[in-house]
């Protein structure tokens, strides 16, 4: 069997043991070196998904259907089902996920334990608040009913718990009405990063769907332009369009990263002058909400060495100074990020105890792991963050520092009374140990 591995391909460590489960009544061996640690599809970024002790419990294999009611959207599955798997069986009923993340490989039960957002969260907040109820077993072998009436701490220790608070056997979740799988959608540039701020308030109020692309080489008075796309579910008279997934893959794994300042210049400059789509136009959901997941195998792009995801949050007090920063530093490193993705959080309160999301702005970047000098970067992007008060994303980290860690999460102690006395994650050792 493959070692797992977190989807950006670090920290490169293996536990002692793996175990997959298939029955979701079945009950944890006692056997397994410990700690355990649940572990889905593997689109986590660093190690949060990973421990170098004990054992990863391999959940894909709880992959069955419980009960869905096509009347009022309430579907329950079991925790191993991909978001992709469900939107296949919900989608030609009428029904989509109210909050999806940017791929839809993702399971449901990782979406729960990082409580996942996407490009609605000002308009319908994330994953976490569409969770109904979900079945928790624990090490010692007690089963946990959660939900908001019903011992509703576990369920909000559990959504955004990091995997830590037990296993998930099943989720019930609400899904939201569409007419159709088409969305109707709309780009538009912004000039720089002044443009944006104005831009994404505009069109927040109109639009349930936003999400910007940054160019993190551009200086000057071109710092943070980019391209905002905008988007909703199609109304019932609009016209069908002929659809086909067109399924690329990385055929090879390089031994170096394809991204470089010359390919990613290049790259930067002719995806902010593509042709813009004006409102109205018509596209399928599938490349709306995941462009990348055409691409299978496209974390090897950067090479074997992996790559580092960044990806903060800072209250809106301080976020267009510290975006500002960031950007500003990131341009001087020469390190450009080929995914670089703005985004406005709303005001909704996430539910969960350790959830990332939270008012203000997020930048999510990407970087070549070039050891030393990309660690400095990130470093210095800490600081920034650190001192806007900001926050760092759990599910895609691999080298947080335990205060910034513990500043963004001041519930992280709290959040220790609910962790089983058996469950831990190389991520969760490193910020709190």
């Given at each position: 069997?493959?070692?797992?591995?977190?989807?950006?391909?670090?920290?490169?460590?293996?536990?002692?043991?793996?175990?997959?489960?298939?029955?979701?009544?079945?009950?944890?061996?006692?056997?397994?070196?410990?700690?355990?640690?649940?572990?889905?599809?593997?689109?986590?970024?660093?190690?949060?998904?990973?421990?170098?002790?004990?054992?990863?419990?391999?959940?894909?294999?709880?992959?069955?259907?419980?009960?869905?009611?096509?009347?009022?959207?309430?579907?329950?599955?079991?925790?191993?089902?991909?978001?992709?798997?469900?939107?296949?069986?919900?989608?030609?009923?009428?029904?989509?996920?109210?909050?999806?993340?940017?791929?839809?490989?993702?399971?449901?039960?990782?979406?729960?334990a990082n409580d996942v957002h996407g490009k609605n969260h000002h308009d319908l907040g994330c994953f976490g608040h569409h969770v109904m109820a979900l079945e928790l077993l624990r090490s010692d072998g007690e089963v946990i009913y959660c939900s908001p009436e019903t011992n509703p701490q576990w369920l909000y220790s559990t959504i955004g718990g990091l995997g830590l608070t037990g296993l998930i056997r099943w989720v019930d979740v609400q899904l939201k009405?569409?007419?159709?799988?088409?969305?109707?959608?709309?780009?538009?540039?912004?000039?720089?990063?002044?443009?944006?701020?104005?831009?994404?308030?505009?069109?927040?109020?109109?639009?349930?769907?936003?999400?910007?692309?940054?160019?993190?080489?551009?200086?000057?008075?071109?710092?943070?332009?980019?391209?905002?796309?905008?988007?909703?579910?199609?109304?019932?008279?609009?016209?069908?369009?002929?659809?086909?997934?067109?399924?690329?893959?990385?055929?090879?794994?390089?031994?170096?990263?394809?991204?470089?300042?010359?390919?990613?210049?290049?790259?930067?400059?002719?995806?902010?002058?593509?042709?813009?789509?004006?409102?109205?136009?018509?596209?399928?959901?599938?490349?709306?909400?995941?462009?990348?997941?055409?691409?299978?195998?496209?974390?090897?792009?950067?090479?074997?060495?992996?790559?580092?995801?960044?990806?903060?949050?800072?209250?809106?007090?301080?976020?267009?100074?510290?975006?500002?920063?960031?950007?500003?530093?990131?341009?001087?490193?020469?390190?450009?990020?080929?995914?670089?993705?703005?985004?406005?959080f709303g005001n909704k309160k996430s539910v969960g105890m350790l959830s990332f999301p939270r008012p203000g702005a997020t930048l999510a970047l990407d970087f070549p792991n070039r050891g030393s000098r990309t660690l400095n970067l990130l470093s210095a992007l800490d600081d920034i963050v650190r001192s806007a008060k900001g926050a760092l994303y759990p599910a895609k980290d691999a080298r947080m520092p335990a205060d910034l860690f513990q500043s963004g999460?001041?519930?992280?102690?709290?959040?220790?009374?609910?962790?089983?006395?058996?469950?831990?994650?190389?991520?969760?050792?490193?910020?709190?140990?």
């Open positions: 069997m493959k070692t797992p591995s977190s989807w950006n391909r670090v920290p490169d460590i293996a536990p002692e043991a793996i175990c997959a489960v298939t029955d979701r009544a079945a009950t944890i061996p006692k056997r397994l070196p410990r700690p355990l640690l649940p572990y889905g599809n593997g689109r986590s970024y660093g190690d949060v998904c990973l421990t170098d002790k004990g054992t990863l419990i391999l959940t894909r294999g709880l992959d069955r259907f419980i009960e869905f009611d096509p009347l009022q959207g309430r579907l329950r599955c079991e925790a191993g089902i991909t978001l992709g798997e469900i939107l296949a069986l919900v989608v030609p009923q009428g029904w989509f996920l109210a909050s999806t993340p940017g791929t839809q490989f993702a399971t449901i039960g990782g979406a729960v009405p569409i007419l159709n799988p088409w969305m109707r959608v709309q780009s538009q540039r912004f000039a720089n990063l002044d443009e944006f701020w104005t831009m994404s308030q505009e069109v927040e109020a109109y639009w349930p769907y936003t999400v910007a692309w940054i160019d993190c080489l551009a200086s000057g008075e071109s710092r943070g332009r980019g391209i905002l796309l905008t988007g909703d579910h199609a109304p019932a008279q609009s016209q069908p369009i002929g659809y086909r997934p067109r399924e690329k893959r990385m055929l090879i794994d390089p031994p170096f990263s394809m991204i470089n300042h010359f390919t990613l210049k290049t790259f930067n400059a002719l995806y902010y002058r593509q042709p813009v789509r004006p409102q109205g136009t018509l596209t399928h959901y599938t490349p709306f909400f995941y462009p990348l997941d055409a691409i299978q195998n496209w974390n090897r792009i950067y090479g074997k060495k992996g790559f580092f995801q960044y990806q903060c949050v800072i209250p809106p007090e301080n976020a267009q100074a510290a975006i500002a920063d960031l950007l500003d530093t990131i341009a001087r490193h020469s390190d450009g990020s080929f995914l670089a993705v703005l985004k406005m999460y001041p519930a992280w102690q709290d959040f220790s009374r609910f962790v089983d006395p058996h469950f831990s994650s190389s991520f969760w050792r490193r910020v709190t140990l």
